[in-house]
Nanobody, 119 residues
């Protein structure tokens, strides 16, 4: 059984920082892609940042320069450091993990962690 567990959410004032962590455990073969998505009330889930097993990162424009995604392959863990947080960053943040190989990918999601940025 595979588990994806996020932690680190909470309430922070605008301009503050938070660090989210996500650990994947269980029978996951060859994790090659990890990322963070978020969903604000009344909005669709959107991609925030991704990182490949080689460390190549990608961000949506609204968080570039403020968020940093990183991973520890030895621990199957991905992090999201958010700085200079804004009220519009308020959302439930979900960790996404992809394992397997081409044609046999497996997709896993965490339960989400709430991030609330007060103005």
């Amino acid at each position: 059984q595979v588990q994806v567990v996020e932690s680190g959410g909470g309430l922070v004032q605008a301009g503050g920082s938070l660090r989210l962590s996500c650990v994947a455990s269980g029978s996951i073969f060859s994790i090659n892609f990890m990322g963070w998505y978020r969903q604000a009330p009344g909005k669709q889930r959107e991609l925030v940042a991704t990182i490949t097993s080689d460390g190549i990162t990608n961000y949506i424009d609204s968080v570039k320069g403020r968020f940093t995604i990183s991973r520890d392959n030895t621990k199957n863990t991905v992090y999201l450091q958010g700085n200079s947080l804004k009220p519009e960053d308020t959302a439930v943040y979900y960790c996404y993990v992809r394992g397997g190989s081409i044609g046999y990918y497996r997709h896993y999601w965490g339960q989400g962690t709430q991030v609330t940025v007060s103005s």
